[in-house]
């Protein structure tokens, strides 16, 4: 039976609406993306006059601390001191949580529990009044699971449906969750973004490039969090890969060797997700050349303490 006459059958018995919206995947053409598609791709409304940033702090042993005040910290801007606008704890801030999960080959043996994992996560995370996610699957292509939403239930449903099998396109993961999902709901400094990522950190099917992922989750300002798939203890270059993405973000790149100490890598995540802190600030001198400007977050008369933040954000162009 072909698609059309499963999609007619499904209205003729009501079950139409369900697989209609099964049938809304993303469309992401084959090949590389010409120069006009990562034009359009990256012409994204920004408000120009500020830049927020995430970020979380925690002493030497890796404990949080959450009892600090905008007089603590300072933000530099390549060499040039910034004038701090806004300052908060987001603990209460509502979420919009990109979960993507590798459904290639690669992972099969592991898949079950991955995804019983990644429920816990979402029962545990997500406020159902408050918050939303949604669930992306990769692995010859990109596959949108679950639509944002806060039903966990919905969520869950789109996760246990999952099968192993195919190719990995991670990158291209990232790059419609952020540019297509997360940046729905503005304004944009009044929700918390994140990505959550489960594999092995592989790509050999994307469109779009490392550095555009890479790109558009910063323009998303989405904090990138890894859970690695590899069980080996030998550090590949997908391992590589993950910390990068974590660290250029600040986020986490976590490395669970035993498919048991899954839920302990969940649990730090949603964890750090409610101890948060964010700064706003217009940047002096303001720039509108759609370049990438290193930022950085210090804590003033704390030797001891560690922030871990994005390391810079991309101007808009005008």
Known sequence: MTRRQLLLQAALSGMGPYLLAQDQQPQLASGPPSEEELDEATRIVLDVTRVNILYTVSDKKGRFVTDLTQDDFEVIEGKTPQNILEFSSLSDLPLR?????????????????????????INSVIRPEIDKAIVVSFDTGVDLVADLTGDTAELS???????????????????????????????????????????DGEDNQSRYSRDQALEMAHRADAVVYTISTNISRVQTSGDKLLKYFASETGGLSLFPFKVEDLMQSFSNIANELRHQYAIMYRPEPMHTDGQYHEVKIKVNKHKNLVVRARKGYYAPTI
């Open 157 to 199: 449903e789109g996760i246990r449906a999952l099968r192993p099998g195919g190719g990995t396109a991670l990158y291209d993961a990232m790059f419609y969750a952020c540019r297509d999902k997360l940046m729905q709901d503005k304004p944009k400094h009044m929700f918390r973004r994140a990505l959550i990522i489960l594999g």
């Open 97 to 121: 949580l990109g979960i993507l999960i590798d459904s290639s080959n690669s992972i099969r043996e592991r898949f079950r529990f991955i995804q019983e994992a990644a429920i816990e996560f």
